[in-house]
């Protein structure tokens, strides 16, 4: 007994004690004038249901054998009573595989029965008719008619029959389904006639539920129940189907589910009832064992039922309680139960809603982490939060039937919208306002959101017309910072929020004329258009600041970024962007009015002290000038012979100019790009959309398009593939909806990660949310199916507990496994790979903790709160291919020699493939041929001259005993020698801007070169100016920048060594050795993305070395053995050797994103084979030959593996679609080793536990018998 001392008495504790304590003296006094009504005025009738008696064995919680003992039981305890009938309410036997058999089920349990009383009815059940015919079963029990009427005292009592199909057919010779039970036309017809014709109350009897829509329910319920409601005489309908407790009041009539006979074993296990009728409609029902107890009066002041008046069920009487001081009716109006047609429709439009919210929000998150703003953060964090909530609550209201659950989520829904409201303004006051007026709206919306949150949950739903009001008046508050908000967002934004409030204003019709059939679901349509606007003008003002650079992609430790740096802090570190359109010429005036704009606006930005993005413009026109006027007066040939291919085109006429960007327009390139863009629309005859640039900044701003393009077109598509495979699994929609919930809640947390932890966002990290949700809903189906596993043994009562013991540990060492092989990507010194690799891993962890501590809080919901449901999860889980797994074992038993020998020759060719494995990192790695930039880069190329950049340095110490003149003359010599090579490059240095210099060193061109010498020591501050010419530390540095085609598909290491070798020797030829040392540096981007591309194979390399280090040590300390460890790796090395030897043979390079997919590919490729061993070790420790235990093992995981590579797949391969380079090869590759890993989990590891290497890593003695076509353990 609970000790009421050690309560702390809140709220609901004292409606729980006061309700006890009223209940208990209500009914002491009352018995006296009970008892004589008893006497007088009480029909008494025994009700059960769901005995499903068959001979057979038990199955599941169904133990079919018992149903005599528990009948008996149940007629001795009718035989206190003076009943007036007995009444079953469907499901009286289950079923047999023939009609003799299930004869004989029915005449074994109907002796039973009828013993009891003379006066019964049966009700049809599906079961009942599953082999039968409705006329041999009706025979059996002496009935002549499924459905009908009859009179007791008076009341007027009903017996339906809804085994009918969708067709009329009636049920009989398992030509049903289960979940297309039908009143039929007829019936329902004689069903009106015969309640028009009674005066009585009445009372319905059923077997299918008659109250809700689901699969338990009655297809036509709603039809039924408007008879029954126009009758007006009707009290209740008892019902069985669902095997468990269940009762609602649905406008007057009470619709009471009665508990099953069958479920469970022994006695404590059983339930029946005694049913009381009063002449004034109170009906009481005395529930025994786990029947619950239910008493009420048709009055509209006592419509609440009052359950069994124990301490075990005060918190029902609380809710009881609760409802009572919050239902009356003049402050709250009965909940209308809309129909199935219009609840599906409302159901799933905000369904739809609820995957795109979740979707958005970790879209959101990613867009913020670019920023590096805690404002950006927070601001849409909580915008996102707010969609997510207010979608899951409408999708909720409306998927629930139960009218007391229905009536709560009507308040949260309505309450959410308040929070919708309120979180579209916060990231405008938070990022775009903000000061005095930011927050005072900020403060005026969120008082407004309480206010109304508050008054829904206090008055409920007293006045909609005031919270349809409110929400108008809080969604146009905006009106009052109209003008600071113009200012302060893109014109664009502005048109998106205004589309998305008049979206919201126009919905507001069809919600308040909603009893229009689907005017409700089409009021969802103009919410979610709303939303979708609304997110959109958020993330328009998040994209300003948006920067993906590659450069920072190399590690700061790797030689040529320190050389790259050294060279940007001493030469020209702003960034370059060649700028031209169809015929732009020397001689065209476009082409100066363009630069002339441009001056201008870094001079206007000069005198506003504001930061220019632009440093300088140049076009080929202003050098054409320079060179042509004094003091060069280089003649027009010798001046082309110079400009030819860097600033004038080979065909001596296009030309086109050279942007050079400032700090600030380096930091914030597409800004820049905008700016360009917008001047060139702004000069006469100059369409923007035929401009045409190429440089690094502009390649930046691609890959920041492309990374966003493909978040947005994959984020939530790859969602919806993921989510739609795991729900073909289950076939549980709230069960699915909670996985994908919980999934986008490790989402949201592993981006939110990015920012906390002060991490730069990359392209790569965009796979990040997609590979979150991709292992965790793939342990989240091998934990369910251990919950099937469990249920199908066990029952539903301690289903979850069961399969958090058994399958805890392997779902937490197959994401570990995972975690340790995306972790291995950490050695690597590209830059976003290693932040990839530890952030992911990282948040792996929290991906984990939430799959071992959330899911089994829904698995225990699922199993204590809807034990069907839980029933249904577990035959959804149990395989049906049972059948083909024991034929695989026979297959893989008789030819375990020829599939190794097969594998073996495979891995052994693609092996031989991996030497030819070469990495890239080129322009057409990160994008289409199709694509504009790569269209834009050939056009410069092809009319201007090739633009990828490469930098030589040639360093003279002090003690050179060349002068000026003659290292003016050696520039010039490697120059030509660099052109005259196969590299098709141009070159530019300080001689480009000088007289040539005197190549001949006889005598008599001594004085000339003394003349040069002279005119170069007054030329150099010039030509320091220009950035061709440094001292540093002492030493003169001479720059030759040097410029190569950037889509030719010669590999950036060759033409680095070329390039290099042609240095080398033009030095060593034209320098005698008492000349001095010089010192030559290779920079630029040629040099930094070969050595990258060294670095990639390096990392490649060592990260998947790490990464099977890491994850096989694991595995022998999961596994508890070395031997069962080591064996467990072999067949993941299949497909790494089978999928990176195929690209060799085939010539595919190796890019950024198909490098991170051998450690990852390795990592999800373990958790199934962690899955299968686990249930082979298990079989084995419980005495089975190695034979059985891997038959045992195909039987209770094979089809896991294949669910979950099938939802590994589903989302992976949208990624093959997009147009991101680096997104796109990381989406094929994993498909193809996620492809290659299933042969290696399910045909190669039991080849190798079934041959030889199994007999060395098991006991030999183990070794005992074949394989039997039925294993008892997976029985």
């Known amino acids: 007994m609970q000790d009421y001392n050690t309560l702390r008495i809140g709220r609901r504790a004292f409606l729980k004690n006061g309700t006890l304590v009223l209940t208990a003296a209500s009914s002491n006094l009352a018995s006296p004038f009970a008892a004589e009504a008893v006497e007088d005025d009480t029909l008494t009738i025994g009700l059960v249901t769901d005995l499903h008696y068959a ?19 149940a007629a001795s305890q009718f035989s206190q009573q003076e009943l007036d009938c007995v009444v079953e309410l469907g499901d ?13 089920y029915l005449k074994r349990i109907n002796r039973d029965f009828s013993a009891i009383s003379k006066n019964r009815h049966y009700v049809l059940g599906n079961h009942c008719v599953y082999t039968l015919t409705k006329e041999e079963f009706l025979d059996g029990v002496e009935q002549d008619e499924s459905y009908y009427s009859f009179d007791l005292g008076d009341f007027h009592f009903v017996v339906l029959d809804s085994c009918f199909r969708s067709d009329g057919k009636p049920y009989g010779r398992k030509n049903f389904e289960w979940t297309d039970p039908n009143i039929p036309a007829a019936e329902l017809e004689w069903l009106q006639e015969d309640l028009k014709s009674n005066s009585k109350q009445t009372v319905v009897f059923a077997h299918q539920r008659m109250d809700v829509e689901n699969n338990h329910g009655v297809k036509n319920a709603t039809a039924v129940r408007n008879v029954l409601e126009k009758a007006g005489d009707v009290l209740a309908v008892f019902q069985g189907h669902s095997h468990a407790n269940e009762h609602r009041e649905i406008n007057g009539i009470h619709y009471c589910t009665m508990v099953a006979m069958i479920e469970g074993s022994g006695a404590e296990s059983n339930g029946y009832s005694v049913m009381r009728l009063l002449n004034d ?17 048709s009055s509209a002041t006592a419509d609440i039922p009052c359950v069994e008046y124990t301490l075990e069920n005060s918190e029902r009487l609380v809710d009881t309680a609760e ?25 799933v439009t905000h369904g739809i809603g609820l995957l795109l919210a979740i979707g958005g929000l970790c879209s959101l998150a990613v867009l913020t982490a670019y920023r590096g703003n805690v404002w950006h953060v927070v601001g849409c964090t909580i915008y996102g939060a707010s969609l997510v909530i207010l979608y899951a609550a409408s999708t909720l209201y409306h998927s629930v039937q139960r009218p007391e659950l229905k009536a709560i989520l009507r308040t949260v829904d309505h309450a959410a919208i308040f929070l919708l409201i309120a979180g579209t303004y916060t990231p405008f006051t938070l990022v775009n306002l903000r000061g005095p007026l930011g927050w005072s709206l900020f403060a005026a919306v969120w008082t407004l959101a309480i206010i109304g949150i508050v008054m829904k949950i206090v008055w409920g739903h007293r006045w909609q017309w005031f919270s349809l009001a409110m929400y108008l008046a809080m969604g146009w508050i905006c009106l009052f910072a109209a003008k600071p908000l113009m200012a302060s967002i893109p014109t664009g934004a502005l048109w998106l929020l205004l589309a998305g409030g008049l979206s919201y204003t126009v919905g507001t019709i069809f919600y308040a004329l909603d009893n229009i059939r689907y005017f409700h679901a089409v009021w969802h349509i103009f919410v979610m258009a709303g939303s979708i606007f609304h997110f959109f003008a958020v993330a328009f003002y998040a994209l300003a600041n948006m920067r993906n650079d590659v450069l920072q992609w190399t590690s700061s430790n790797l030689p040529a970024k320190q050389t790259f740096d050294w060279f940007g802090e001493h030469f020209e570190g702003q960034e370059i962007i060649f700028v031209s359109w169809p015929e732009c010429t020397i001689t065209d005036p476009r082409l100066d009015q363009f630069a002339e704009r441009l001056r201008q606006r870094i001079s206007n930005l000069s005198d506003d002290d504001s930061p220019s993005l632009i440093e300088s413009v140049t076009t080929g026109a202003d050098v054409w000038r320079e060179l042509t006027s004094p003091p060069s007066n280089f003649s027009p040939q010798h001046t082309l012979a110079k400009l030819r291919g860097v600033l004038v085109g080979p065909d001596g006429k296009t030309s086109g100019a050279v942007v050079v960007l400032s700090k600030e327009g380096t930091i914030q390139g597409q800004k820049a790009i905008s700016l360009i863009t917008k001047v060139a629309s702004e000069v006469e005859g100059l369409d923007p959309n035929d401009i045409k640039m190429a440089g690094y900044s502009v390649q930046m701003a691609a890959v920041d398009r492309a990374s966003l393009a493909t978040m947005y077109q994959m984020a939530v598509p790859a969602g919806f593939a993921v989510m739609f495979a795991a729900w073909f699994f289950l076939r549980n929609i709230p069960l699915t909806l909670s996985v994908g919930i919980i999934a986008g809640f490790c989402q949201a947390v592993s981006l939110a990660m990015v920012y906390y932890l002060d991490e730069p966002m990359s392209g790569m990290l965009i796979i990040m949310p997609v590979l979150i949700i991709v292992i965790f809903v793939s342990g989240a189906i091998h934990l369910i199916n251990y919950f099937g596993d469990a249920v199908h043994e066990s029952g539903p009562e301690n289903a979850a507990t069961i399969a958090l013991r058994v399958g805890g540990f392997p779902c937490l060492l197959a994401v570990v496994t995972s975690a340790l092989g995306i972790a291995s990507l950490s050695v690597s010194d590209i830059e976003p790979v290693h932040v990839f690799g530890w952030m992911t891993s990282l948040a792996l962890v929290i991906t984990v903790a939430a799959l071992l501590t959330l899911l089994p809080g829904v ?15 577990a035959l959804a889980g149990e395989s049906k291919m049972d059948a083909f797994w024991t034929w695989l074992a026979h297959f893989i038993e008789k030819y375990q020699f020829p599939t190794q020998i097969v594998c073996l020759v495979f891995a052994l060719v693609c092996a031989v493939g991996l030497r030819h494995v070469q990495t890239s990192m080129q322009l057409r790695d990160f994008f289409l041929d199709s694509s504009r930039i790569v269209g834009d880069y050939k056009w410069i190329e092809d009319r201007l001259g090739p633009i990828f950049p490469a930098e030589v340095v040639l360093q003279f110490d002090a003690d050179s005993l060349l002068n000026m003149h003659d290292r003016l003359r050696l520039v010039t010599q490697i120059e030509k020698a660099i052109r005259d090579e196969h590299l098709q490059a141009v070159t530019v240095s300080a001689a480009t801007f000088t007289a040539s210099p005197v190549l001949s060193s006889r005598l008599r061109w001594a004085v000339r070169r003394a003349v040069m010498e002279k005119k170069l020591e007054e030329n150099r501050p010039r030509l320091e100016d220009k950035k061709f010419l440094a001292q540093i530390d002492g030493s003169e540095n001479w720059r030759i920048s040097v410029r190569l085609p950037s889509l030719s598909n010669e590999p950036f ?3 680095l060594e070329q390039l290099q070798r042609t240095v080398d020797a033009t030095i060593e030829e034209r320098v005698p050795e008492e000349a001095g040392h010089i010192k030559v540096i290779h920079t630029g981007l040629l040099p930094l993305v070969a050595h990258s591309q060294a670095e990639l194979l390096d990392g490649l390399i060592w990260s998947f070395l790490t990464s099977v280090f890491l994850i096989g040590g694991a595995l022998i300390v999961g596994l508890r053995s070395i031997r069962l460890g080591v064996l467990s790796t072999l067949p993941n090395f299949f497909p790494i050797i089978l999928v990176f030897g195929g690209l060799g043979w085939l010539g595919q390079s190796v890019d950024i994103g198909t490098m991170m997919t051998a450690s990852i590919g390795l990592g999800i490729a373990v958790d199934d084979t962690v899955h299968f061993l686990t249930w082979f070790k298990r079989s084995i420790d419980s005495g089975h030959s190695r034979r059985e235990a891997v038959c045992h093992a195909y039987l209770r995981c094979g089809s896991a593996i294949i669910r979950t590579t099938i939802i590994c797949g589903a989302a992976m391969v949208l990624f093959a679609f997009s147009s991101f380079g680096p ?31 199994g007999r060395l890593v098991l006991p030999a003695t183990l070794d005992r018998s074949p394989v039997r076509k039925e294993v008892e353990v997976a029985v």
């Open 281 to 297: 409609g109170t009906i009481s029902i005395e529930g025994f064992r786990k029947q619950n107890d239910y008493s009420w009066k």
């Open 55 to 73: 001979d057979k064995a038990p199955a599941g919680t169904r133990h079919y054998r018992e149903t005599p003992d528990k009948l008996a039981e």
């Open 859 to 873: 698995l225990l919901f699922v199993s204590s709160r809807s034990p069907n449901g839980a029933t249904k999860v």
């Open 1223 to 1253: 997104a796109r090869q990381f989406g094929n590759t994993i498909c193809w080793l996620l492809g290659a890993a299933l042969i290696g989990d399910l045909l190669l590891l039991p080849a190798l536990l079934m041959g030889p290497v």
């Open 92 to 104: 009286l036997i289950d079923a047999a595989d023939s009609v003799q058999a299930e004869l004989g």
């Open 323 to 347: 409802a009572l001081t919050d239902t009356r009716e003049e402050e709250h109006p009965p909940l209308t139960i809309a129909s199935i047609e219009d609840e599906i429709a409302n159901g």
């Open 1053 to 1055: 290491g060759e033409k």
